[in-house]
């Protein structure tokens, strides 16, 4: 960025006038990660207003009859699925090895976008890994005003900037797994303005879990909007989810980059509602985990899982569970497309807030046998999972230590990305939360807050790229759209 020092801080200020010229400051009020779940934040979930019943019906017509077709298919799908998950549990999530990473790709690439989850080893080394707890805890204690769910036991934190975590971020070797990731992803269309061969830094929260908490009891839920996934002027800009709607869910492909250049994630300005396009989300471990010690939970079947939620609310059950058996319940021949008789409602979507799940609203997903743990994780360890994916956390940390992690996605290059990346770099000088988040003044009153020379000392020039404090470069492999985004990122980055 051209009037950026290197090591001066001091010129920062002169750069943030240029920045609010073009970009919104921090204006969200302050909250948690509580405000974006409904069932964490204890709020009504008032119905849906007519409009999305409108919508429903706009998304299926013409083609009712192939939606009723394609829902008893996925039905017997989903049910054979189900069954291997609850058997292999934690064992089905494919597992890699930094060390050998390319071959592990290779190996593993079919299962990998079958399940839609993955756990990498020692992309950190452990030693490191650790240690950036023990700093992230000396960071609150000197900073005890530092904002936390909940308030008076904290597990998630509301910190965003601290040495830690902009060290991970900027780690080469993280960089180098976001980077081949990203590669699992394609463009049915080759013109389309993305670029997938070098990742943007997306700035998120950390846990330490501490055994017994039962208030982080986040259950399934997928991030990146809710009823957005639905609305014309939400993922249906770029016609993500269209073969799903059309009643040909088997071929929907949720790993085209192309549908999701456009697509609007959060219309609704909710706290911690994400308006940038992560391909991935993940994490990485400063702790060592088991199953059951306040860890991941995922259903490893992104494709169905994600058919069966976008359909389940044009349907309903003839009988219900009480008069019925589990198995008659559930029976293709007891589901009936809803017709007239249809509702505005979409099952667990409530607009600015996160898409969540239950066994009562989601039956045929199964939830308490097709929620696997991940493994057990190690210091240094980096668990990723597409961006559709359901995923919760343990309902209760029945450990004897901590469980810790860095929240840490996958963001490829895209105009979208770009312009959030520039109001996120603006964050970062003013030590406030990104633009995403609960706002107020955040980390800027923190002693011992990093700076803009601090992040250059951590970063190298592919780290400082990801974190818009460097101008973005193209690669051979590049396609016309790819070059060109990274052109027009370039421009609004301001370099």
């Given at each position: 960025m051209r009037a950026l020092s290197r090591r001066t801080p001091a010129n920062a200020a002169q750069v943030r006038s240029v920045m609010m010229s073009t970009t919104q400051t921090q204006t969200k009020r302050e909250g948690n990660i509580s405000d974006s779940f409904v069932s964490l934040s204890g709020d009504a979930r008032p119905p849906l207003p007519q409009r999305f019943l409108d919508l429903k019906k706009t998304l299926i017509r013409g083609h009712e009859d192939r939606v009723i077709k394609g829902w008893n298919r996925l039905l017997a799908e989903l049910k054979r699925e189900n069954e291997t998950i609850a058997r292999e549990g934690p064992k089905i999530i494919p597992t890699l090895n930094f060390h050998n990473l390319d071959a592990d790709l290779t190996r593993l690439r079919d299962e990998l976008k079958k399940r839609g989850v993955a756990v990498i080893r020692a992309v950190v080394p452990e030693d490191e890994a650790r240690s950036f707890k023990g700093d992230i805890e000396e960071y609150v204690r000197r900073n005890p005003h530092t904002k936390a769910f909940p308030p008076d036991d904290p597990q998630v934190y509301e910190l965003y900037w601290s040495s830690p975590q902009l060290r991970a971020r900027a780690h080469p070797n993280l960089l180098r797994v976001q980077t081949e990731f990203m590669k699992l992803w394609h463009k049915s269309d080759p013109e389309s303005v993305v670029s997938i061969s070098q990742p943007l830094t997306y700035a998120d929260r950390l846990r330490i879990r501490q055994p017994g908490d039962a208030a982080?009891?986040?259950?399934?839920?997928?991030?990146?909007?809710?009823?957005?996934?639905?609305?014309?002027?939400?993922?249906?800009?770029?016609?993500?989810?269209?073969?799903?709607?059309?009643?040909?869910?088997?071929?929907?492909?949720?790993?085209?980059?192309?549908?999701?250049?456009?697509?609007?994630?959060?219309?609704?300005?909710?706290?911690?509602?994400?308006?940038?396009?992560?391909?991935?989300?993940?994490?990485?471990?400063?702790?060592?985990?088991?199953?059951?010690?306040?860890?991941?939970?995922?259903?490893?079947?992104?494709?169905?899982?994600?058919?069966?939620?976008?359909?389940?609310?044009?349907?309903?059950?003839?009988?219900?569970?009480?008069?019925?058996?589990?198995?008659?319940?559930?029976?293709?021949?007891?589901?009936?497309?809803?017709?007239?008789?249809?509702?505005?409602?979409?099952?667990?979507?409530?607009?600015?807030?996160?898409?969540?799940?239950?066994?009562?609203?989601?039956?045929?997903?199964?939830?308490?046998?097709?929620?696997?743990?991940?493994?057990?994780?190690?210091?240094?360890?980096?668990?990723?999972?597409?961006?559709?994916?359901?995923?919760?956390?343990?309902?209760?940390?029945?450990?004897?230590?901590?469980?810790?992690?860095?929240?840490?996605?996958?963001?490829?290059?895209?105009?979208?990305?770009?312009?959030?990346?520039?109001?996120?770099?603006?964050?970062?000088?003013?030590?406030?939360?990104?633009?995403?988040?609960?706002?107020?003044?955040?980390?800027?009153?923190?002693?011992?807050?990093?700076?803009?020379?601090?992040?250059?000392?951590?970063?190298?020039?592919?780290?400082?790229?990801?974190?818009?404090?460097?101008?973005?470069?193209?690669?051979?492999?590049?396609?016309?759209?790819?070059?060109?985004?990274?052109?027009?990122?370039?421009?609004?980055?301001?370099?």
């Open positions: 982080f009891a986040l259950g399934p839920h997928i991030d990146g909007g809710s009823v957005e996934r639905w609305e014309l002027e939400g993922y249906g800009r770029g016609g993500v989810y269209n073969k799903v709607f059309e009643g040909s869910w088997e071929e929907f492909d949720p790993w085209d980059v192309s549908t999701r250049v456009s697509a609007v994630m959060d219309n609704y300005n909710g706290l911690g509602a994400c308006s940038m396009f992560r391909m991935f989300q993940g994490w990485l471990s400063m702790s060592t985990t088991s199953p059951f010690e306040g860890t991941l939970m995922v259903n490893p079947a992104v494709k169905l899982s994600t058919a069966y939620v976008l359909l389940r609310p044009f349907f309903r059950p003839v009988k219900g569970p009480d008069h019925i058996s589990p198995d008659a319940y559930l029976a293709s021949d007891n589901w009936e497309f809803a017709g007239s008789d249809m509702t505005s409602e979409l099952q667990g979507a409530t607009p600015g807030h996160g898409q969540e799940l239950n066994n009562a609203l989601h039956p045929h997903l199964d939830l308490d046998n097709t929620m696997v743990h991940v493994p057990s994780i190690k210091p240094g360890d980096f668990v990723v999972w597409h961006c559709d994916t359901i995923h919760a956390v343990d309902k209760v940390h029945k450990g004897t230590s901590d469980s810790s992690v860095l929240y840490i996605p996958i963001c490829p290059v895209t105009e979208l990305n770009a312009k959030y990346l520039v109001r996120q770099r603006e964050a970062f000088l003013n030590g406030t939360p990104g633009p995403d988040f609960p706002g107020g003044r955040g980390e800027a009153d923190h002693v011992n807050r990093p700076l803009e020379a601090d992040l250059r000392s951590y970063a190298d020039a592919e780290g400082q790229r990801a974190f818009g404090f460097e101008k973005l470069v193209t690669t051979k492999a590049d396609t016309v759209g790819s070059k060109k985004v990274t052109s027009l990122a370039n421009e609004i980055l301001g370099f």
